[in-house]
Structure formats: structure tokens, C-alpha cells
């Protein structure tokens, strides 16, 4: 889903208790661990039978204000922001600064190309 500010403050407060806008949100389906997909755990569309990962919310003026700031635009940056959202729906988490962050992070370099673009 793309939203305003408000709208993915709303959600933030509602889901994390946190009250304040933030730039993407990732709600997973499933517990899937880093690299190692295994789509027999997933959460099955019951009409098509096509896997379901989750659901995922971008601040579209986060994605101006922050692809403004870091120089490279909104477009880059709402491409990076989607990565980011399905690493996590894909079990991937940067919640500590150590080797969950880190994989995290070379994930979204590989999947974005090393140079930014």
C-alpha cells in the first residue's frame, strides 16, 4: 500500500504502539529465516494457491523527503524502500547493529546494485 504521512502513522500507532510517521512498514505472514525460503511454511492464497508473504505500507512523502536528502530521488527511493519491506517479509530484521543487520544490508546492496543505482 502507498500512503500519506498520516495514513502510515495511523497504522504505526495502531500495530507498534509507536506514534510517529515512519517510512515503511512490513507486517510478515509468515516465519521464514534469512536466505533459506522454504515455501511449504507459507500462507497460501486458498483460490489460486499462490504464496502469501504479507502486507506492506510506503510513505510516499518519505520516499520525496528521504530521496531528496540522500540525493538519489524519489524513484531509487521508493525502490529501495519496497527491497527493504520484502527482506523483511522474507525474514530478514536490522533490529541490532550486528549480523542481522549486516545481512540485511548486502541483501539490499545485491538486490540494488553495489553502485546505488
Do not use: W
Not at 502507498?2 to 509507536?18: H, K, P, Q, S, Y
Not at 510517521?21 to 486458498?46: I, K, Q
Not at 505500507?57 to 538519489?72: D, K, N, T, Y
Not at 530478514?92 to 542481522?100: S, T
Amino acid at each position: 500500500m502507498l500512503t500519506d504521512a498520516e495514513g502510515i502513522r495511523r497504522v504505526n500507532r495502531e500495530f507498534r504502539d509507536t506514534d510517529t510517521e515512519t517510512d515503511v512498514l512490513s507486517f510478515p505472514l509468515n516465519e521464514l529465516t534469512p536466505g533459506a525460503f522454504d515455501p511449504e511454511v507459507c500462507e497460501r492464497d486458498p483460490e489460486t494457491g499462490e504464496i502469501l508473504l504479507g502486507d506492506m505500507m510506503i510513505s510516499l512523502p518519505a520516499c520525496e523527503r528521504q530521496g531528496e536528502e540522500f540525493g538519489h530521488g524519489f524513484e531509487r527511493e521508493i525502490q529501495y524502500l519496497t527491497v527493504h519491506s520484502v527482506l523483511h517479509l522474507l525474514g530478514y530484521d536490522h533490529l541490532d547493529e550486528g549480523e542481522q543487520k549486516r545481512q540485511m544490508r548486502g541483501r539490499e546492496k545485491i538486490i540494488m546494485g553495489d553502485d546505488g543505482t
